[in-house]
């Protein structure tokens, strides 16, 4: 019996073409991974690779991803490539599920679309006082890690994140590099938010009581008629006090006139600053 139904399911299968099919092999999707800073491809200014090699190394040395919740993203050209920074460990996998919970603290509307722009969460310090760890860049730099910030008119907000934060940590090209005093390579002079009504008193009282060379009321340029006028609503001054010896001395006498919000002397702040220089590599003062 067994061998008629053998043959049977023979005469059924005779002619049929039987082919082996070969495994399709796909090749493996590969995950996105933070590029190393000497993977780059180079950018169109050489201004623009020291900052970026400045930012990039900032972040990677510095942030913690696992523990720090609360980051603070400055104002200015080289913050640019901070927040990009921060973009790129949010789109590696390894790091994704800790730098989403991150709450980024902007000084101002730039760095507020930057935050955004690179998919991070924004949040504001009324409810994020306290600030684990806080980047920036500076317009100059003394030997004493002392700054002068306030060149984008965002230097109350700067200074308030920067003050909020644990460590704040600055990135700068090498131009920014004062060979000893602040005054040396920013040419502009202090800038010093006021409030609008008191910025004729404030002008007056530098030029008379602190000998300031000259006092000038920022405008806004060609796209706007008048002054400048910053995010909190305020003018800002710009005060040509030459090379300076004591800024936190200046600083001090500054902010104690009536109408002053606050100065662009960023005193004993920075625990670190990262410059860029133009062959690609990076220089680091420590406090």
């Excluded at 999707?29 to 990039?56: D, F, Q, T």
């Excluded at 789109?91 to 101002?108: L, M, N």
């Excluded at 949040?123 to 994020?128: A, L």
Aim: charged share 25%; glycine share 8%.
């Amino acid at each position: 019996m067994v061998h008629r139904e053998y043959h049977k399911l023979a005469s059924l299968c005779k002619g049929v073409r039987y082919t082996v099919r070969q495994p399709v092999f796909r090749p493996r999707r590969m995950c996105y991974s933070v590029p190393k800073i000497e993977e780059l491809a180079p950018l169109g200014s050489v201004i623009e690779n020291a900052k970026r090699a400045a930012a990039y190394r900032a972040v990677d040395e510095n942030l913690d991803v696992f523990s720090h919740k609360v980051i603070g993203v400055g104002s200015g050209s080289t913050v640019v490539y901070v927040a990009e920074r921060l973009g790129q460990y949010l789109k590696d996998a390894r790091f994704k599920d800790y730098v989403s919970k991150f709450t980024c603290i902007a000084t101002g509307f730039q760095s507020q679309q930057l935050i955004i722009d690179n998919g991070l969460n924004y949040g504001v310090i009324e409810q994020n006082p306290n600030i684990d760890i806080a980047f920036d860049g500076a317009d100059e730099v003394d030997h004493q890690l002392q700054l002068i910030k306030g060149g984008g008119a965002c230097l109350f907000q700067e200074k308030l994140v920067s003050t909020s934060a644990e460590k704040f940590i600055v990135v700068a090209d090498s131009s920014k590099r004062s060979p000893k005093l602040l005054g040396v390579n920013w040419r502009q002079g202090v800038p010093i938010e006021v409030a609008p009504p008191a910025y004729v008193k404030v002008k007056n009282e530098l030029l008379s009581q602190l000998n300031a060379a000259s006092v000038v009321l920022r405008q806004g340029g060609k796209a706007k008629a008048g002054p400048i006028v910053t995010d909190n609503n305020n003018f800002i001054l710009d005060a040509d006090f030459g090379q300076i010896e004591n800024p936190k001395e200046l600083h001090d006498k500054i902010k104690a006139m009536v109408g002053v919000v606050e100065t662009g002397l960023f005193i004993d702040n920075a625990a670190k600053v990262y410059f860029g220089n133009s062959d690609g590599t990076v220089e680091v003062m420590v406090k």
